[in-house]
């Protein structure tokens, strides 16, 4: 199985890698064309408001002009029909009797607040006047006389020749009621100063031109009498002829146009702070005039960079919104995947874990019974090692009661042939009890020799040592050595009774072994027990054990003693055989030598009762 992760993630989409890049671009190549698209867009909504606004101010201006001026055209009509006015000025035409009276023309005049009522001769000859200083001024070439002469209502812009003052001019023919005749010409005269008051001080420029195209008004005073465009021979021989201004000439007002809107113009105008207006005319059909107002695009361009400016800032917020909106959107579908994988990996790694958990415990399980049979193998080999020990000691043992038995099968032979058979029966009786001796000895061997499984009971732990100590009883025997052996067989122990035999044959044997060297040898057996436990100890005075062994002693191969003469397995394999009755092995040193004490389960009384 691979330990490599076989669940990848996924490679990052061609949008998750190039999203910023994408965002840049889109910022870098849109924001110009919208910044330019709003710029066109607001630029002309502002030109066409403006417009409209500029429009709607001199069509105010216009009506306002045109009802101040049919204020005073109905001045004439009204005076045409004064039938006194009528007879004097027929009498004074037609006598030249003179000069007509002034005070009631000074009187309309007041009333009306026009600038000059006057009234001319058939001959174009001024011959009454509100100002007596106009008196005799000819008119005849002017247009309004020429018109009221005809007999028609006459109106008429003019720059006056004597005085200066442009004014517009509305005359009436009187007629002499008894020939039906033109007997004269009533002219109201207005000054168009008085017009232009009410709009002089506008803050943008508005002007006036008249048919010619010439400024006849302006709230820039210094544009007066100046010319939009240049006039023609025949335009310039129709103001010489009607004197309508003094002059012929006039100079051209320098304005560049831009561009056409609808309804308008954008121009330039010679004054500060006005390079670039936008200009609308209206004509006055009536009048024969154009009024010309402006409005300010400094003012309007102005809102219009506001208006780029946020509507960019806009766009700006509104794709960086959509930025990062993708960008979130990208991040949670990438976490979620990863989460995802990681879940899978998780769930394949569990697996794998489950997998290998299973094979190991399989693996081990076997191991483990594999260990279980060598260990078995082991203290069976070691019982047969300890077997092999005893057998010398045994042999020794069994020796001295055959050459007894032998001898008394002699001496039993010889008082048989003697006849005295009660000498050959207690004879016998001595080989009997000999024999039984030998059947103990090979019956402790038999015991200690028989294979056995690993299962503990309950059993008495008095059984065990007694058949250990028989077993080495030739040894202890030989050795001189004092036992002092506790009783046990109160005790009821958790144990296999064969292995207990062997482990206690094992320490005793050590036992035996530390105290060769000594002078004073015993071997003390003793116990100690609580409600749970039995704890019997081998105290010994032999050699003790070195401070630096006592961890290493029941490490396996562990042994102080000569080569061939301890293999260091006795502790190792007696550790483990009192392990498997879960009771515990350990050793000390006491003042004499060595204590190796074995803790065992003891068995409380409902176990006893089992
Ligand atoms: P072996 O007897 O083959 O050496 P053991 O495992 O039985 O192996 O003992 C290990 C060692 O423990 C011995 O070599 C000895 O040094 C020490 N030992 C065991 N019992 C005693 C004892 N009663 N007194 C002193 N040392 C002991």
């Known amino acids: 199985m691979s330990d490599k992760n076989d669940i990848q993630y996924k490679e990052r989409s061609w949008l998750q890698n190039n999203v910023k890049t994408i965002y840049m671009a889109a910022l870098l190549i849109t924001l110009p064309s919208w910044g330019w698209m709003s710029w066109i867009t607001l630029t002309q909504t502002s030109e066409q408001q403006l417009q409209q606004q500029v429009y709607s101010d001199i069509q105010l201006f216009a009506d306002s002009l045109n009802s101040e001026l049919e204020k005073y055209r109905f001045v004439p009509k009204m005076l045409m029909l004064d039938a006194g006015l009528v007879e004097r000025t027929t009498r004074a035409t037609s006598d030249h009797s003179g000069i007509l009276a002034n005070p009631y023309l000074q009187h309309i005049r007041q009333a009306t607040n026009a600038d000059e009522i006057f009234i ?175 409005g300010n695009l400094a003012a309007a361009k102005q809102s219009v960079q506001q208006g780029v400016a946020i509507s960019s800032l806009l766009w700006v917020l509104l794709l960086s919104l959509a930025y990062v909106v993708t960008q979130r959107r990208l991040q949670f579908l990438e976490t979620l995947h990863r989460r995802e994988v990681n879940q899978a990996r998780l769930q394949q790694a569990k697996d794998q874990l489950e997998t290998r958990v299973a094979e190991r415990t399989h693996e081990l399980q076997e191991s483990n019974l594999e260990l279980k049979q060598t260990q078995q193998e082991l203290i069976h080999s070691a019982k047969l090692a300890t077997l092999g020990q005893l057998a010398t000691s045994v042999t020794h043992e069994i020796n001295q ?155 396996p191969f562990f042994s102080t003693k000569d080569v061939g003469v301890g293999l260091g397995l006795g502790l190792t394999i007696s550790y483990s055989i009192i392990k498997t009755m879960g009771g515990d092995l350990s050793a000390r040193n006491s003042a004499t030598g060595a204590v190796f004490s074995i803790r065992l389960r003891a068995a409380s009384k409902s176990d006893r009762n089992l």
């Open 120 to 294: 001319v001769d058939p001959q174009g000859t001024t011959i009454a006047s509100t100002k007596t200083s106009n008196i005799g001024i000819g008119y005849r070439h002017s247009p309004f006389f020429i018109a009221a002469k005809a007999g028609n209502s006459g109106g008429f812009f003019t720059l006056g020749l004597h005085a200066g003052i442009r004014g517009y001019y509305f005359s009436e023919p009187l007629f002499d009621p008894t020939t039906d005749e033109v007997a004269g010409v009533i002219v109201v005269k207005v000054n168009m100063a008085r017009l232009e008051r009410g709009w002089l001080n506008k803050a943008t420029p508005m002007l006036i031109t008249d048919n010619y195209g010439v400024i006849i008004a302006s709230s820039t005073p210094s544009w007066l009498f100046t010319s939009l465009s240049p006039l023609s021979a025949e335009n310039k021989q129709q103001i010489r002829h009607s004197r309508k201004y003094p002059m012929v000439s006039f100079p051209l007002l320098q304005t560049t146009t831009h561009k056409q809107i609808e309804g308008g113009q954008v121009v330039s105008l010679p004054r500060a702070g006005f390079k670039k207006v936008l200009e609308v005319n209206k004509f006055m059909p009536n009048l024969g005039w154009t009024i010309y107002g402006h």
């Open 401 to 555: 009661p055959l050459t007894a038995i032998l001898t008394s099968a002699d001496n039993a032979e010889q008082w048989l042939g003697r006849g005295q058979v009660d000498k050959a029966r207690d004879k016998l009786a001595q080989i009997k009890t000999l024999a039984q001796k030998m059947g103990l000895i090979t019956s402790h061997l038999k015991t200690f020799g028989r294979k056995t499984d690993d299962k503990n009971d309950w059993i008495c732990p008095q059984v065990a040592l007694d058949n250990a100590f028989a077993l080495l009883q030739p040894r202890i025997n030989q050795e001189q050595v004092e036992t002092v052996i506790e009783d046990l067989s109160s005790f009821q122990v958790l144990a296999n009774d064969v292995r207990l035999e062997q482990v206690f044959i094992n320490l005793i044997s050590n036992a035996l072994d530390a105290m060769q060297l000594s002078q004073y040898r015993r071997l003390t057996v003793y116990c100690q027990t609580n409600a749970t436990a039995v704890e019997i100890h081998f105290s010994d005075t032999g050699s003790g054990i070195d401070n630096d062994h006592l961890l290493q002693l029941f490490d």
